[in-house]
């Protein structure tokens, strides 16, 4: 394992994990925030041009997020990943692993969770045994066939915990959506009119794209903090922070040998 | 956890230097969500931070708690009005110096902690460490509304929040404060390691070994989390501080790194 990563590496709780994402995203805005746009624009417009249909009615976004989030969100995690251990990647790069990791994203990611949402309950299995099968996928390359039981292996003994974790991720996500949404409605109208009054909610809430921002914040979010649970799990099951601090002290005691 | 160092201290001449080189190597430059802060009497504090999660769970105990209070008020009130309108004013009253006044009244009189920080381990601070004073408490609560729900949803609270360094909601930047957080973890006890080859090793090394803290610290993380990982993995991850060790006390060169930090650990953490 190398040095100079981009967070420190020690084990942290969940919240921890959240605000360490906030941290991140302030120190690294730009890299971030255009490897997010990339992965999200060709998906945000996509929905746009559906929301056209006459038959359109606005439960299908829902479930496009749902399936859309973990292909909207690679660019994103591919960047983390490379970042992570201070390694630049170039936009080719970023495309490359994307594009290798496509039939797995595929299968995993559409075919197998479209199937278990069919069943309903079964859809949790995902949230519980298969939290960082993007992360997996994405970063971690290998067979195609290995991804799941790497994945498996990841979440063992945590399922439940990663299955509250995802519900906390879902929560925290919603009440975002909700007072970024409220908030900047407001705000927009007390700097265009006279009065700081609230404007009554459209009856059709979807139909105004300062709600599809706020939810693509909160996906791009979410998928960092993703990122950084698939770290800590690594961290807890390799000891990377025990072995790190056996380095550090190593060196420090050969350096007071000399 | 809050771990606490004098700053510009005189070094004894063994174990300091080589404690401050291992700590600055340890995460250079890498993101954290830490704050180091030097006290008037220059005395550094290294505290973890709480962001608007964190905080966000603190909130909503103290939210909960002033609605279970106004619940019990407002029944009381309802009772002793017999169920007229007259109780609606001390309620209001009420509703007022609670969402107003029980925070702001906590952190001045409990140093810096309401109910719900102290649920989640939290506690408010000046920025320069210290505890903060009944002014602050007042000061960052009332600056704070502009925080809060209303007119903007908490937004205002939150850009705030992830524009600063130190999470700093407007209220704390008025009142000069932070929210740090105040884990209490609990330390493992001592382990007695009875492995044959580790016993082996005890006649070389010298009965007792003064570690500083940095040394303890890392043979006692090792010896608690080496039951997780395989031999392999073990040797790999102590090698790292087993050569050191040997050559420190001309340990046989054959010896295996896990049993050298296992051997190092008794010495330090049983004598004997």
Redesign the interface.
Known sequence: MR????????ERTF??L???S??????RPVALGLAAAAGIAPFAALNAWLAGFSDWTDGWYLLLWLFESPWATAPLTVVLGGMMFGERLSARQVTWRVVRSTPGLFVYQTLLRGLSMIVGITYLFFSARQAFLNEVLLLEGGSFGRAMKRSTALCAQRGGEFLGQWLARIG?GLAFV???W???R??LG?LTTNT?TWRPVDETPFADPLIHFAVWLAIAFMAITRFFGYIDQRIR???W?????????????????R | MATATRAAAPQTP?IA???S???E??????????VRLTTPERIIFEY???????R??AYILDQLFIWAVMAVVSIAMAILAVGGFSSLGPILVAYFVMSWGYQAFCEAMFNGRTLGKRAAGLRVLSDNGVAINASQAVVRNVVGAADGLL?????PG?TS???T?R?QRLGDLAAGTIVVVEENRSRAGVTRIVDKPVLDLLPWLPMRIAAGS??S??LS??VL?RS??GPA?RE???E??????R??FNLPPRASADAV?CAVYHRVFLGE
């Open positions: 040095g100079g990563t981009l967070v420190v590496i020690r919240l921890e959240l605000d360490l906030l941290a991140t995203v302030r120190r925290f909700v007072c970024f409220l908030g900047t407001t705000l007390a700081l099951l390799e000891g922070e025990v072995e790190l601090r056996l380095r550090a002290v190593g060196r420090a005691q050969q350096g007071s040998l | 063994d230097p080589v404690e080189r291992a700590s190597a340890f995460g250079r430059g890498a993101i954290d969500t830490t973890p931070l709480a962001g608007p999660f964190r966000a769970y007119p903007f949803f908490y937004l939150l929040m992830f524009l360094s999470f940095d040394l610290r890392a993380d090792y989390a997780k990982f993995r790999e991850m102590a790292h501080l087993a050569g050191p060790l050559a420190r930090l």
